[in-house]
């Protein structure tokens, strides 16, 4: 059995037969796989049931135009929301291309067609795509290198590359490390501290919350993975911290982690972006909703009432999850979560 990937496949929406065939034939002669439709319905018809590498699309076309294409697309297929989609049109108004670029076109072919420019075209959007995923593929397996190492008390120098404040606490709560996010946090003094291994909100009351909920998980069965959040407030803010119980099976060493806080900066979305999930690891729209509530601090329990399905279709859910983002805890799920689409941005 071979292992050669098949080749991209291209989906053409053309509306005039003639130069749908001539299109069909090129790309099928410069090895493309090819599907065409006539009208945008079609297109959105076999997009329910296929992913294409690239779209190369008419914009005006009966029924569904090329823009009404786009936008469906982008809208009801997030998961391939990174698809390179290149309008073909007869229309070269300055207007035309920038109504276009507006709505996420990546690229303009004027008809009538230049084929080796079309070819051309083509062939350099599928390689920035390569790209753009081998690069976020190397980035997301350091990170979950990274964050696989949390436990064994290494200080992978990846973490400092997050925008995540990352804190790791001993099972005396002393600050075994910090990375570079949460140093910066803590020098800045908006709402936290770390002064003689020890960190601090600097609202007395958020500070108390804090360090009784540490207190409460490490407490809590070995066994037990335990996931929870608190707020640090200021007069006029809040910052979400995320406090994951480590592998606490193991004997307490005090230079190991018994848990992992992990900060939003205040400039940061609290909410994980859905479509960057689903891009970074191939997620469902399902999966990256579900992804979301738990990266948020929402439980699996209160997720089956926030999307109205079972409990087993929630573990069903999860474990994808894990599945596909390499990871084996909700722990380690949720610090993926949520350092992941920092990673890719910040390196």
């Known amino acids: 059995m071979s292992d050669t990937p098949p080749a991209p496949l291209i989906l053409v929406v053309e509306d005039e ?43 005006t076309m009966p029924r569904l135009d090329g823009y009404g294409l786009l936008s469906a697309m982008r809208t009801k297929r997030p998961d391939i929301a990174t698809t390179p989609f290149v309008f073909l049109t007869a229309m070269s108004e300055p207007q035309e291309v920038i109504k276009g670029k ?24 599928l390689r920035q795509v390569d790209r753009i995923r081998g690069q976020q593929e190397s980035e997301i397996s350091n990170l979950r290198m990274a964050l696989g190492d949390l436990s064994t008390g290494v200080r992978h120098p990846v973490l400092d590359l997050i925008a995540l404040g990352v804190v790791l606490l001993n099972g005396e ?13 803590a020098q800045d003094a908006s709402f936290l501290t770390i002064r003689n291994d020890r960190l601090r909100a600097v609202d007395p009351d958020s500070n108390t919350t804090l360090h009784r909920t ?12 335990n996931i929870t959040g608190v707020l640090l407030h200021r007069a006029d803010q809040s910052i979400s911290v995320l406090i994951a119980a480590l592998d606490i099976t193991v004997k307490r060493d005090p230079n190991v982690p018994q848990f992992a806080l992990f900060l939003s900066p205040p400039a940061h979305e609290k909410r994980v972006s859905e479509k960057l999930l689903i891009d970074l690891f191939g997620l469902t729209p399902t999966e990256a909703r579900v992804a979301g509530l738990l990266a948020r601090g929402v439980l699996p329990s209160e997720v089956v009432d926030e999307l109205g399905v079972s409990s087993t279709t929630i573990a069903f859910h999860i474990r994808n999850l894990l599945q596909k983002t390499g990871t084996n805890r909700q722990a380690d799920l949720i610090a993926l979560i949520l350092a992941g689409p920092m990673a890719v941005g910040a390196m």
Not at 18 to 25: A, G, H, S, T
Not at 33 to 55: C, H, K, N, Y
Not at 215 to 220: A, H, I, S
């Open 214 to 225: 540490i207190k409460e998980l490490n407490e809590v069965a070995p066994e037990t993975e």
């Open 173 to 185: 709560g002393r600050v075994v490390h910090a990375n570079r996010a949460a140093q910066d946090m």
């Open 17 to 59: 037969p003639d130069l749908r065939r001539d299109i069909l034939e090129e790309l099928q002669e410069a090895g493309y796989r090819t599907l065409a439709a006539q009208d945008g319905e079609t297109a959105m018809a076999f997009l329910s049931g296929i992913t294409p590498d690239l779209v190369l699309c008419d914009i």
């Open 102 to 125: 507006l709505q996420g076109a990546d690229d303009y072919l004027v008809k009538p067609v230049d084929y080796d420019l079309l070819l051309a075209t083509i062939s350099a959007r």
